[in-house]
């Protein structure tokens, strides 16, 4: 995944680029590179963080430019694999966000041709292609190229002929432009254009765009002509600045009680959620399908949902679903997807269309490409997330999954009235016991000078807190590079238990529900190999205390809820870890925030 | 023109409201007090903002984030340990530019104050006020409109004028500062002395308008009353039939007012509440986000904090409820005139009520005598009389 910016107007570009892309960091930070015209075609890029980028950037005039960070996919990070590319005649340079797949062909064709290549990677190919198809018209060489193309794209090119423009493509790769007063954006994510406009334009699969200083014009890659409606951005550019806070994630982390609160607003106690019904329908199961740490909250999702609604249900990650049997049967599918990007989850929506399917997509992003796809969305309202760990989106998926559940047991009559008054007191009072997590959060740093020294760790829990410690689990190994394994509590005797030494933490969550005797009795045998345990439970629980070694508590909650203050607890313990470690926190090695290649 | 704010203390008298988050943060009319001071700036037109924050600053940092929900420029610098006022100002330097403003984040300060204060050009100026209690602020002696002097809570009469801590400052006060830490000297007061004993001049801007500090809990329910009376009525959420509004009352986006409720305004009302049936809310009151009121409870004059729970039948009445309370069915609170102990210090309130801290939990049927004050994070049970003040937490059972 990379992130691609672009701008043409009035100011100089060089300086709206760079700020523009380190808004998008969180996509990808191998290398970095821009291209600005004035009178030449003038190019810079740097293997590194967009730091290294600016450090070489000389001061270069130009109105217009683009501008791309990358991550990875083909070729290894260097000067030389990051974008933006030329073509042999060094008239047009071109940036890109997805993968090409069929470009081995092409480039061998292209080089047969007298093409020459500087570079691994697949971006290439279609800088050279735009240059084969050039013949005065840059828009109609764009348009020619993307058809032969195949795969993922969303692309910005300028051509040093038509300094007056610059012609953008999507397909399956996200791009938004946005429209300032003579002056236009564009971007892979709003993040980058939130400092300069909030009017914007999403570009949408198989359409081409040329953006000019005082207009955009939209058409098909069949070349037909293509109305667009403008639409206003309700987020505003500080909600992506760090703040005060050391980092995004410690931020996000405390943005929690908010984020839980906006997601309730308006939609109890009557559990009006506006997903066109889609609550009151009859399904015979219902399946969950997402990846990452929204596959962890569809895991607690399972458990919720089977028992507020006794639906059976299933969890899938995106892709396996994907390439699984088509069974026949007709679940309610459940997409959950943050950036409403994810590539696997995008596809897993088609096809779970192509079979018939009703789907609901849970998403963070107003207006992104699964919202398209599916037949109604849930909105969770955490706003925008930085940091590449998934924290406060985690928890208000939760929310909008507790939503759903109480929505639809209270349709299929699986929950009381009174039952379900009692999930909507848990529901209000969540926000404080989050709030309650962070003003304690002493206890969390204490354990967390213990734990930095491990070099594994595992989670255990049962029932709703099996993939609470999945996901406790990813943040650890995600930010502080500790080999941490998430397992239900009851498999630790069926192998893992082999790894138990006085040198492996084990993190156990015990919450007071129908499991907490078993727990316990999983603890006794984690001490009894002479592991170290660290205990999660409810506010005084003494037992608990005496059975452990370390005990953090969060405040007395419904079990059913108790996923949101655990987690909380959890995210703060593996930041706190990363943090005496000296971990980058927000940019952890090898990975990307939203993961838009399959 | 640059502005800093102290936001760094504690607010210990404000105890049990501050166990969890700064006094800055106390919501006043739904607002943290610092948010009045930063529009205040704001309407000044001075959007540059360094926040020195300290104690619990996550709490700042959350809610302002950068400042530009507000039009502003938020920078925060971290005062670990709070030495004084002057050591959290030298946090500043080299970053203030030649002139700017300083301003304590626990007062609120009236928009025409600030402005007062900028139109002064002399080096340094300091905002005085009349004050009936001066011998709990800095008193300041003049001569004219010069400072001659800067009295930390005098024990004899040295005049009413005190300071509001708003300052207009030249950045040479930053080698004031140094000289004066070195003595070991981190107040305010030594630096004015420091600034005067220079021989450069200091100002007196005296200003007519409003300035409320939060001295004492207290204080926190008359102004909140005077805030309420500003600013218009705005109704939104969802008002049920049967619902009774009247005067100048603000219901936030998501609410519910159930039927039979009565709500006599002032009243302002956060988002995503739950009131009623049948409650009456009478002049004055407060009511926080996702705050959730049963039926035929009774409040007045009083501040309800954000995500509270009151049962049913309850009499609230000139009383603070900090965040994230619960309390029972038939929860009693009513004023009376009373004596509170603060400090060794005997004050006699007109009307108080309870002043209860935050995730404090209180089962049915209790009865809090006037003037009491239950900590933050206590446990107490059902059918309880509540005859005295109750620490933080501890559980009565």
Same mark, same amino acid.
């Given at each position: 995944m990379c992130g691609i910016v672009g701008y043409i107007g009035n100011r100089q570009a060089l300086p709206i680029l760079v700020e523009s892309l380190k808004r998008l960091e969180y996509r990808g930070y191998d290398s970095a590179g821009v291209s600005v015209i004035d009178r030449e075609l003038f190019n810079s890029k740097a293997a590194g963080r967009i730091t290294e980028l600016e450090k070489r950037l000389p001061d270069a005039p130009g109105r217009m430019g683009i501008a791309h960070t990358r991550w990875a996919?083909?070729? =290894?990070?260097?000067d030389r694999n990051a974008h933006p590319f030329t073509d042999c005649s060094g008239r047009i340079s071109l940036v890109h966000n997805g993968i090409i797949e069929n470009h081995r062909e092409l480039r061998a064709g292209l080089e047969s041709r007298g093409h020459r290549f500087?570079?691994?990677? @697949?971006?290439e190919t279609v800088v050279h292609l735009v240059e084969e198809n050039y013949k005065g018209d840059l828009r109609a060489a764009v348009s020619e190229t993307v058809r032969h193309l195949r795969g993922s794209l969303a692309l910005a090119v300028v051509h040093l002929s038509e300094p007056d423009r610059i012609v953008v493509a999507r397909d399956e790769s996200p791009l938004v432009i946005g429209l300032g007063q003579d002056e236009n954006f564009v971007a892979s994510d709003l993040p980058a254009l939130l400092k300069y406009t909030r009017r914007v334009i999403y570009l949408q699969n198989r359409e081409v765009a040329v953006i000019r200083r005082d207009g955009v014009g939209l058409e098909s890659f069949e070349g037909e002509p293509v109305e667009r409606d403008i639409a206003t951005v @309700?987020? *505003?550019?500080?909600?992506?600045?760090?703040?005060?806070?050391?980092h995004f994630m410690l931020k996000e982390i405390y943005e929690q009680p908010r984020a839980i609160l906006e997601s309730l607003i308006g939609r109890i106690p009557g559990l009006e959620? @506006?997903?066109?019904g889609i609550d009151k329908e009859d399904f015979d199961s219902v399946k969950i399908v997402a990846c990452g740490t929204s596959f962890h909250a569809g895991l607690v999702g399972k458990y919720v949902l089977e028992q507020l609604t006794g639906l059976p249900v299933i969890v899938e990650a995106a892709s396996e679903y994907r390439y699984s049997?088509?069974?026949r049967y007709s679940p309610l599918m459940v997409l959950v997807s943050q *950036?409403?990007?994810s590539a696997d989850t995008l596809q897993a929506a088609r096809e779970a269309r192509r079979r018939g399917s009703r789907t609901l997509a849970i998403t963070n !992003? !107003?207006? *992104?490409?699964i919202t398209r796809e599916v037949d109604s969305v849930l909105y969770t =309202?955490?706003?925008?997330?930085?940091? !590449?760990?998934?924290t406060k989106t985690f928890t208000s998926q939760l929310i909008a999954l507790y939503l759903l559940g109480m929505a639809m047991g209270k349709h299929r009559g699986t929950l009381l009235p009174s039952q379900l008054q009692e999930l909507i007191d848990g529901l209000r009072k969540l926000p404080r016991d989050v709030q309650s997590v962070l003003d304690n959060r002493g206890a969390i740093k204490l354990t967390a000078e213990w734990m930095a020294q491990a070099r594994d760790v595992f989670f255990i829990g049962r029932n709703v807190h099996y993939p609470t410690a999945l996901e406790g689990a990813l943040k650890l190994k995600e930010i502080s590079y500790i080999h941490a394994e998430g397992l239900?509590?009851?498999?630790?005797?069926?192998?893992?238990?082999?790894?138990?030494?006085?040198?492996t933490p084990v993190v156990a969550i015990a919450i007071r529900d129908h499991t907490y005797d078993k727990m316990l009795s999983n603890i006794g045998e984690v001490s009894a190999r002479s592991a170290p345990v660290i205990a999660i439970g409810l506010e005084n629980d003494r037992e608990l205390k005496k059975a452990s070694d370390l005990t953090l508590y969060v405040p007395e909650v419904r079990p059913v809820l108790s996923p949101v203050p655990v987690i909380t607890t959890l995210q703060l313990l593996a930041y706190h870890v990363a943090l005496i470690r000296g971990c980058e926190i927000d940019k952890p090695r090898n990975l990307a925030k939203s993961v838009t290649v399959e | 023109m640059k502005a800093v704010i102290l936001?760094?203390?504690?607010?210990?008298?404000?105890r049990p409201l501050t166990l969890y988050k700064p006094? %800055?943060?106390?919501? %006043?009319a739904n607002r943290p007090i610092l948010e009045y001071v930063v529009r205040a700036l704001a309407q000044n037109h001075v959007r540059d903002i360094i926040m020195i924050v300290g104690y619990r600053r996550e709490r700042i940092m959350t809610y302002f984030e950068d400042g530009q929900k507000l039009g502003v420029n938020i920078s925060y610098e971290v005062q670990?340990?709070?030495?004084g006022t002057a050591h959290a100002l030298s946090l500043a330097e080299g970053k203030t530019g030649e002139r700017f403003l300083v301003l304590p984040g626990d007062n609120i300060a009236d928009p025409s104050m600030v402005k007062d204060i900028l139109a002064s050009d002399e080096p340094y100026s300091i905002a005085v006020t009349e004050s009936?209690?001066? $011998?709990k602020y800095g008193v300041v002696l003049l001569k004219g409109r010069q400072v001659t002097g800067v009295v930390e809570k005098?024990? $004899?009469?040295?005049?009413?004028l005190i300071s509001t801590g708003l300052f207009h400052m030249s950045s040479r006060v930053f080698s004031h500062i140094r000289s004066c830490a070195s003595a070991g000297h981190h107040d305010i007061t030594a630096v004015f002395q420091s600034i005067l004993a220079s021989g450069e001049r200091i100002a007196a801007v005296k200003t007519a308008a409003r300035w409320s500090d939060v %001295?004492?809990?207290?204080d926190l329910l008359d102004l909140n009353a005077r805030v309420l009376t500003e600013g218009a009525g705005a109704v939104a959420g969802t008002i049920e039939s049967g619902v009774h509004i009247r005067g100048n009352v603000q219901v936030g986006e998501g609410s519910v007012i159930r039927s039979g409720t009565y709500i006599e305004g002032p009243v302002r009302i956060g988002r995503g509440c739950d009131i009623g049936p049948n409650v009456c809310l009478l002049p004055s009151v407060s009511i926080g986000d996702n705050v959730n009121i049963q039926s035929s409870t009774e409040i007045r004059n009083s501040l309800v904090m954000n995500d509270v729970t009151i049962g049913p039948g309850a009499l609230v009445s000139h009383s603070v409820i900090g965040d994230g309370s619960r309390l029972g069915a038939h929860f009693v609170a009513g004023a009376e005139k009373a004596q509170v102990i603060l400090e060794r210090e005997i004050h006699v309130v007109p009307a108080l009520g309870v002043i209860l801290g935050e995730d404090t939990v209180v089962g049915n049927c209790v009865t809090v005598e006037p003037g009491v004050f239950i900590g933050s994070s206590c446990r107490i049970g059902s059918l309880r009389n509540i005859p005295k003040n109750v620490p933080d937490n501890s559980s009565v059972v």
């Open positions: 996919t083909h070729g =290894r990070p260097s500087t570079s691994e990677t @697949d971006t @309700d987020w *505003s550019p500080e909600d992506t600045e760090k703040g005060g806070y050391q959620l @506006d997903i066109g049997a088509n069974t *950036s409403g990007e !992003v !107003v207006g *992104s490409s =309202r955490a706003g925008p997330e930085i940091g !590449v760990a998934a239900p509590a009851g498999e630790l005797k069926h192998g893992p238990n082999a790894l138990l030494t006085a040198e | 936001a760094a203390g504690e607010g210990i008298r404000l006094k %800055v943060m106390i919501k %006043v670990d340990k709070q030495l009936q209690l001066p $011998s005098p024990e $004899s009469n040295l005049g009413n %001295v004492y809990p207290w």
